[in-house]
């Protein structure tokens, strides 16, 4: 039976990050959005680094969601379970759907409104500007630029990074992680490499590695990788469309393998490529299009695909350098430094969402 005229396909997105939040933006004017997020704003979350030493920074990289889709119905609660035609929230809310999109990337639990997560970088803050003395754990890219962003702008202080793989930055080619290992020896950082550090033997501010070596530090960050936020999949009519690493497979469409109407986007899913920022982006793009296709009734074969993209990565080290890998070629110093990390992409991702920079 076709549609009354006039009336809009429903369209329930669940995750509120970086694919979530522009497919929602994408969508608003051609459907019935409604966005199921754990907290009440998104958040650009490789900007985190910098509102740590710079809590003002903050105020744009934490947007509430009514702020850049304020027609959308904002349900703040997690997701729980999935069946052919609804959702299931936390707060026992049942939500019916037209389409489907996943995008609940890696978990993240963190403060549910805009002024606690404000609070909470202005505490952080506070803990990196009292101490003398600060450890990292974690190797990957928010350790390596949470490192660089506490010695371009407190430079007085000790910081020592402890990794637990044999080098930085893993997930790039191995010359640029020596470039980030170098750029962060030429800073005073201490980087000790093939430990792990026991949290749990903390005392009197010295921690002990794996190694047996014993670290002095008035505060600590934790900086590994965050799981991917599927979990609560594994219950659902979706689960036999999670692969062996609990990642959501799609089709070249980004629709979820066995599911016509519903759409995997962002880090949460199979697709093999490196997970970054912008790519997540590209993918609610791509999913955006092929909805809004699906809702006017085009073809099956009419649908875009989505490639794959070819590695590219940057990772700001200060406000002014950054270690970049384009293909295989890697850079480090003040050109790539020009392209991410003056504003980190905040002005960009803002006007994106149809917001001023």
């Known amino acids: 039976m076709d549609d009354p005229i006039g009336v809009k396909k429903r369209v329930v997105v669940v995750g509120g990050g970086i694919a979530g939040s522009l497919i929602a933006k994408t969508l608003l004017n051609d459907a019935d959005v409604f966005l199921i997020d754990l907290k009440e704003y998104f958040e650009i979350s490789w900007a985190s680094v910098r509102s740590m030493v710079e809590p003002s920074f903050a105020q744009r990289s934490v947007i509430n969601h009514l702020e850049y889709i304020p027609s959308a119905h904002i349900i703040a609660s997690a997701a729980t379970d999935i069946t052919e035609n609804e959702v299931l929230t936390a707060q026992g ?91 962060l020896i030429s800073k005073k950082v201490e980087v000790i490499l093939g430990q792990s550090v026991d949290l749990n033997s903390w005392s009197d501010d010295v921690y002990k590695t794996s190694g047996g070596e014993t670290i002095k530090a008035d505060c600590h960050f934790i900086c590994t990788g965050k799981p991917i936020g599927s979990s609560w999949l594994k219950e659902t009519v979706l689960k036999d469309s999670l692969d062996s690493r609990g990642r959501l497979m ?96 905040v002005g960009k991702t803002r006007k994106q969402l149809g917001l001023k920079s």
């Open 93 to 183: 809310r049942l939500i019916a759907y037209d389409y489907l999109v996943i995008a609940t990337g890696h978990g993240d639990a963190g403060p549910c409104s805009k002024d606690e997560k404000l609070s909470y970088y202005q505490a952080e803050h506070d803990k990196i500007r009292s101490a003398n003395s600060i450890l990292i754990v974690g190797g990957g890219p928010t350790g390596v630029e949470l490192a660089a962003e506490i010695v371009v702008d407190f430079p007085g202080k000790k910081v020592t990074l402890v990794h637990r793989g044999s080098r930085l930055l893993e997930f790039i080619g191995e010359k640029a992680g020596k470039m980030a290992h170098d750029w």
């Open 250 to 345: 799609v089709d070249a469409n980004l629709r979820v393998k066995g599911h016509k109407n519903v759409f995997g986007i962002g880090d949460i899913t199979d697709i093999p490529e490196l997970k970054q920022g912008y790519l997540a982006q590209k993918h609610a793009l791509v999913a955006a299009k092929n909805l809004n296709m699906l809702m006017k009734g085009s073809e099956e074969n009419a649908l875009v695909n989505y490639k794959p993209a070819s590695p590219m990565a940057i990772v700001s080290l200060g406000r002014r350098d950054a270690v970049a890998q384009i293909r295989c070629l890697p850079i480090v110093g003040r050109i790539p430094g020009l392209i991410k990390s003056g504003d980190l992409f």
